[in-house]
């Protein structure tokens, strides 16, 4: 370590020699020998070396040989029938069941979410008991096990109808005619995520200073006008972040569905799997995908951040490009050159 | 002693002797839980009328000025706003507090200027100003943006326009506040310390708004720590103090006040 950084053993080396700390007295002093010593240009400063890093570059660059050597020479990963299922149609088909359980969740999930957020905020106590209790519910029954509820609801009650309470019934349904396995994941799934949402959305709509509601109700704006138009645009900055994670945390918590027999890309790889045992490069197609679908995910979420970070800050927002790449900002806007940029 | 000071009140309020007070309160009292913040508090203004609250911190100025346009519910007395009971409906010898929405309408009237201006950081200053009288009072977007403009304009924030908040400064933001609450055109202006929260320079640019204000015969209640202004724009000074007003009078009381704890107040400001 001593050796790695010879500017910080200075403090806490007791071994440091003496005509060092002289040296630096000396420099700093107010006594100091010569104006030379304060006549300096900093321009072209020789930058701190870091050897430490270097070694840790050389560390990962073997650990990453090793793992390209095991990537690419082990016959047990059979990289050609990855490549030939990775495009296949009934894995295509799969993905688009993982997809449209993962939106239809999410919505189901934003939009009751939100609602439900707003009534644990009300003032009205019976709702927001009630709201209350939903999120306590759902969030503390596993995903699972709502799911695979759900999938059995008529176990429990064989028929569903449509009446006055205790009274006659205008329709009535077989409840496993109703509740189809794609039923059961949406509504597992969905409802599960809106009593996350519902603390996710809360949290943002406490983030935001009450003085924004006093000024909206000071000009005479209604509750729900003031929560749609100032109070929850500025809540999405906190909201969007976790939403995003909450996203890809769907994508694959759609994978649960494979235990009530839904096809999604999960299920269509085990059940070629059971057929061919060509149990590996599946999961790895598998894998492959989750992997993409993510990654374009991660991407749109650092859109929409950058949506509501209008009028946030002073610079302006980050390149997108700059974001993707991890490149960091270097440009310095002033808050004149940005301002007509940003159309209404 | 303390309660009847303001008898004399209507002197000095001499413009509009006669008519309908555009402030009308009589003995406001409120409570946060066991403080009580104000204690029977009385007092008229007329319309076009400049009043200046002084006092020390913590004497209820605030909390006064939040219960006129009902952001806080006064727990007695009665606040009347042009003739209107706020936030409740007196009938048939009893009293029921307004439903949300009744009082929502009641506030299009009266404009409010923050301390800490509370200005929507998501939106231009254009979209600050046009916010209200769009959504709420539902007019026109042209009509309601070249109202914005023409508003901007007298702040002298025309160039402003498409900024948002956090581009501007201290004070720059609170005359695009002060346009924004005058953009639903209101009977009454309430300035809750609106020069607080400035940095010493620009104090000057958002009192010479307000005095611009004053002389163009704005109804304006105005909870200030600023002496000068009270000086030179104000038509009456009332002093507050512990929930009660102390005292009350033309500008010139200021020079020498009557109440021994009006006095200590005011020393410390000379």
């Known amino acids: 370590m001593a050796t790695a950084h010879p500017p910080a053993t200075t403090r806490d080396d007791p071994e440091e020699p003496e005509e060092r700390a002289e040296d630096r007295a000396d420099g700093n002093g107010p006594d100091g020998s010569a104006t030379s010593h304060l006549d300096v240009d900093v321009a072209g400063a020789a930058p701190v070396r870091h050897p430490l890093r270097w070694l840790a570059i050389a560390v990962l660059a073997v650990l990453a040989a090793q793992l390209f050597h095991f990537l690419f020479t082990n016959p047990n990963f059979e990289w050609d029938t990855v490549g030939a299922y990775f495009t296949a149609e009934i894995i295509g088909k799969g993905i688009a069941t993982t997809i449209e359980l993962t939106v239809i969740a999410m919505v189901i999930g934003i939009v009751l979410g939100v609602l439900v957020a707003v009534g644990r905020m009300s003032a009205n106590p019976v709702l927001r008991a009630v709201c209350g209790a939903y999120v306590w519910f759902f969030r503390g029954v596993p995903v699972l096990v709502q799911l695979v509820f759900w999938y059995n609801l008529s176990a429990l009650l064989p028929r569903v109808s449509l009446g006055v309470p205790f009274g006659p019934e205008f329709v009535s349904h077989h409840t496993n005619d109703l509740i189809t396995p794609l039923l059961a994941a949406i509504l597992g799934l969905g409802l599960n995520e809106a009593a996350y949402m519902a603390e996710i959305v809360r949290g943002g709509l406490l983030g935001v200073d009450p003085g924004q509601t006093e000024a909206s109700d000071a000009l005479g704006m209604s509750r729900s006008r003031s929560l749609r138009r100032i109070v929850l645009p500025q809540a999405m900055r906190f909201i969007v972040p976790p939403t995003g994670s909450q996203v890809i945390n769907m994508l694959k918590a759609t994978s649960l569905v494979s235990v009530i027999a839904l096809s999604d890309l999960l299920y269509t790889v085990q059940s070629i799997y059971n057929r061919t045992f060509e149990t590996i490069p599946l999961l790895l197609v598998a894998c492959l995908w989750y992997l993409v679908m993510t990654s374009v995910l991660y991407v749109g979420q650092s859109f929409i951040e950058r949506h509501y970070a209008r009028g946030v800050t002073r610079n302006a927002p980050q390149n997108f490009w700059d974001f993707a790449l991890f490149r960091r900002r270097k440009r310095v806007h002033t808050p004149e050159d940005q301002a007509p940029k940003e159309p209404a | ?270």
């Open chain 2, 1 to 270: 002693m303390s309660r009847p000071v303001t008898k004399d009140a209507p002197a000095t309020a001499a413009p509009s002797s006669g008519q309908v007070p555009m402030l009308r309160a009589r003995g406001v009292r409120k409570s946060f839980g066991s403080l009580e913040v104000l204690k029977g508090i009385d007092m008229d203004v007329a319309a076009g009328e400049v009043v200046v609250l002084l006092g020390p911190s913590g004497s209820g100025k605030s909390t006064f000025l939040r219960c006129i346009n009902h952001l806080e519910a006064p727990d007695g007395g009665s606040i009347h706003v042009a003739g209107e009971l706020m936030g409740y409906r007196a009938h048939g010898g009893r009293v029921h507090h307004l439903r949300p929405r009744e009082v929502t309408r009641q506030r299009r009237d009266i404009g409010m200027v923050f301390q800490h201006f509370n200005l929507f950081p998501h939106q231009t200053v254009t979209q600050n100003v046009i916010e209200a009288p769009v959504g709420v009072l539902r007019r026109p977007k042209a009509e309601a943006k070249e109202r914005a403009h023409e508003l901007l304009r007298r702040v002298g924030l025309s160039d402003k326009a498409a900024a948002y908040p956090r581009q501007l400064s201290g004070g720059q933001q609170q005359r695009v506040a002060i346009a924004r609450a005058l953009a639903m055109r209101p009977k009454l202006m309430l300035f809750d310390e609106p020069t607080s929260a400035l940095d010493p320079e620009l104090v000057g640019e958002v009192l010479e708004t307000m005095r611009d204000l004053a002389r163009d015969g704005l109804t304006m209640v105005v909870v200030t720590h600023e002496i000068s202004f009270a000086k030179e724009a104000a038509d009456r000074v009332i002093f507050m103090d512990d929930g009660r007003v102390l005292e009350s009078g033309p500008p010139s009381v200021l020079d020498n006040p009557s109440n021994p704890r009006t006095q200590a107040f005011l020393k410390r400001f000379l």
